[in-house]
């Protein structure tokens, strides 16, 4: 079942697909799913492939207990909503003083001038020469890094990579990040899913 959950990921209208254990039971398994529309579910079950997974799946389960409810709302669930907003990043507030880490460089955190719902955006500047003074990394968000301009290089989990303008970075939730700047500096426009309190600082992660 976990393969017919990782074939969704790129279905057009599913919105949600978990497979959860009952935790006093090991055979019962639940099944949540969130779609835009019955047509996008119905869509789902004609696509190539769909029927020999159903196959399968009837034949590891004794029976189906089907629950239709109707989403109102709730953290996780996508809003259907409309409109924009457009800001220049350099009029959001830089944080890195406030927490003594200006001689480092310059921290704008632009999710809430944006009035985001579910997207964390960041603009990042290291100062050249200098290294962030600490390494995070999370528990669900990704993230890309896009470097701007300057150059650098960036350690994640044991590996460290040399970085230039226009570089884009994508690094997985559990994998622990840190920038250093070169002799120009390193602007970094950041990005991912905004999830609150889901980073964690790792400090003495990257010293000389």
Same mark, same amino acid.
């Given at each position: 079942?976990?393969?017919?959950? &990782?074939?969704?990921?790129?279905?057009?209208?599913?919105?949600?697909?978990?497979i959860n254990r009952d935790a006093a039971d090991a055979d019962v398994v639940w099944v949540t799913?969130?779609?835009?529309?019955?047509?996008?579910?119905?869509?789902?079950?004609?696509?190539? *492939?769909?029927?020999?997974? #159903?196959?399968?799946?009837?034949?590891? !389960?004794?029976?189906?207990?089907?629950?239709?409810?109707?989403?109102? *709302? *709730?953290?996780?669930?996508?809003? &259907?909503?409309?409109?924009?907003?457009?800001?220049?990043?350099?009029?959001?507030?830089?944080?890195?003083?406030?927490?003594?880490?200006?001689?480092?460089?310059? &921290?704008?955190?632009?999710? $809430?001038?944006? $009035?985001? !719902?579910?997207?964390?955006?960041?603009?990042?500047?290291?100062?050249?020469?200098?290294?962030?003074?600490?390494?995070?990394?999370?528990?669900r968000a990704e993230e890309v890094f896009v470097v701007l301009s300057g150059s650098g290089r !960036?350690?994640?989990?044991?590996?460290? @990579?040399? #970085?230039?303008?226009?570089?884009?970075?994508? @690094?997985?939730? &559990?994998?622990?990040?840190?920038?250093?700047? *070169?002799?120009?500096?390193?602007?970094?426009? !950041?990005?991912?899913?905004?999830?609150? $309190?889901?980073?964690?600082?790792?400090? $003495?992660?990257?010293?000389?």
């Amino acid at each position: 079942m976990l393969e017919v959950a &990782a074939s969704l990921q790129d279905v057009a209208g599913c919105e949600l697909y978990v497979i959860n254990r009952d935790a006093a039971d090991a055979d019962v398994v639940w099944v949540t799913e969130i779609w835009r529309s019955q047509e996008a579910l119905d869509a789902s079950l004609e696509a190539e *492939g769909a029927r020999e997974q #159903i196959a399968r799946v009837r034949e590891l !389960v004794e029976g189906f207990e089907r629950i239709d409810v109707e989403p109102l *709302g *709730g953290v996780g669930y996508p809003p &259907a909503e409309a409109g924009f907003t457009v800001l220049n990043l350099e009029e959001v507030e830089d944080q890195a003083p406030k927490f003594g880490y200006g001689e480092m460089g310059e &921290a704008r955190f632009a999710h $809430g001038a944006l $009035g985001a !719902v579910q997207t964390g955006v960041s603009h990042q500047r290291v100062r050249p020469g200098r290294r962030q003074f600490f390494a995070h990394r999370h528990n669900r968000a990704e993230e890309v890094f896009v470097v701007l301009s300057g150059s650098g290089r !960036v350690r994640i989990d044991d590996e460290i @990579v040399d #970085i230039g303008p226009r570089d884009a970075i994508r @690094v997985a939730p &559990a994998s622990t990040r840190m920038f250093e700047a *070169g002799p120009e500096g390193l602007e970094l426009l !950041v990005m991912g899913p905004h999830r609150s $309190g889901d980073a964690e600082l790792v400090r $003495g992660f990257w010293e000389d």
